[in-house]
T-cell receptor, first 112, second 115 residues
C-alpha cells in the first residue's frame, strides 16, 4: 500500500515569510497529489492539487512542486499571513486505488 | 452549488451501542468516501461508495458499514462501539470520473465520542 511521510510536523514563520512543507510517497503508480488545509473544528479544505504530468502548479500565494523521480512533492506558501495558520495535510492515492492516503500533518503557525 | 454536509455535528455514545452518521454529497458528485480522523492524525480511509455499491475499503472491521442512496447521499453505520472509535468522521464527495485520482471535497465532519 501507499505510505506518505510529511515533514515538518510543526512550522513557525514570521508573517510575510515563506513556508515549505514536504511529503514523500512510496507508490510509483500514484499520479495525483492534493494538499488540504484544516482549521480547528473544521473538515479538510482542498487548497491545491497537482497531477503527475505536471512539475509545478501555482495559485496566487500557494504553489506545489512534484518530483516523480524522487517521489516527493512540496507545498510552498509565500507572503504568509496569520490566517494561513492551520494544519496542512498532503495526500496521495495508492496506485490504482480510489482512496487517499494522508500524511501526518504539519501545524503551521504564522506569527504576527 | 451546495457543498458537502454532514449530520449530526456532535454525538456522544456509550460503548457497545450503534451509531449512524449521514452525509450529503456536493451537487453533481456521485461518489462518497468516508474517513476516520483521530485527534492529531491524518484522515484514515474507511470505504467508498459509487452507484450504491461499496467501491473500495480500508483496514476497518466489518462492524463499520455503509449505504449510498439513489440521490448519492450516504450513511456510515458503526456497530458495537469501542472507546477507540472516538474520532472525527469525515465524508468526502467526488466525481466518479476521477475517483480517488481527482479532487475529493470534505464535509465539516461528525465528532463522535464513545464513553
Amino acid at each position: 500500500g501507499e505510505n506518505v511521510e510529511q515533514h515538518p510536523s510543526t512550522l513557525s514563520v514570521q508573517e510575510g515569510d515563506s513556508a515549505v512543507i514536504k511529503c514523500t510517497y512510496s507508490d510509483s503508480a500514484s499520479n495525483y497529489f492534493p494538499w488540504y488545509k484544516q482549521e480547528l473544528g473544521k473538515g479538510p479544505q482542498l487548497i491545491i492539487d497537482i497531477r503527475s504530468n505536471v512539475g509545478e502548479k501555482k495559485d496566487q500565494r500557494i504553489a506545489v512542486t512534484l518530483n516523480k523521480t524522487a517521489k516527493h512533492f512540496s507545498l510552498h506558501i509565500t507572503e504568509t499571513q496569520p490566517e494561513d495558520s492551520a494544519v496542512y495535510f498532503c495526500a496521495a492515492p495508492p496506485g490504482s486505488a480510489r482512496q487517499l492516503t494522508f500524511g501526518s500533518g504539519t501545524q503551521l503557525t504564522v506569527l504576527p | 452549488e451546495t457543498g458537502v454536509t454532514q449530520s449530526p455535528t456532535h454525538l456522544i455514545k456509550t460503548r457497545g451501542q450503534q451509531v449512524t452518521l449521514r452525509c450529503s454529497s456536493q451537487s453533481g458528485h456521485n461518489t462518497v468516501s468516508w474517513y476516520q480522523q483521530a485527534l492529531g492524525q491524518g484522515p484514515q480511509f474507511i470505504f467508498q461508495y459509487y452507484r450504491e455499491e461499496e467501491n473500495g475499503r480500508g483496514n476497518f472491521p466489518p462492524r463499520f458499514s455503509g449505504l449510498q442512496f439513489p440521490n448519492y447521499s450516504s450513511e456510515l453505520n458503526v456497530n458495537a462501539l469501542e472507546l477507540d472509535d472516538s474520532a472525527l468522521y469525515l465524508c468526502a464527495s467526488s466525481d466518479a470520473g476521477t475517483g480517488g485520482r481527482g479532487p475529493q471535497y470534505f464535509g465539516p465532519g461528525t465528532r463522535l465520542t464513545v464513553t
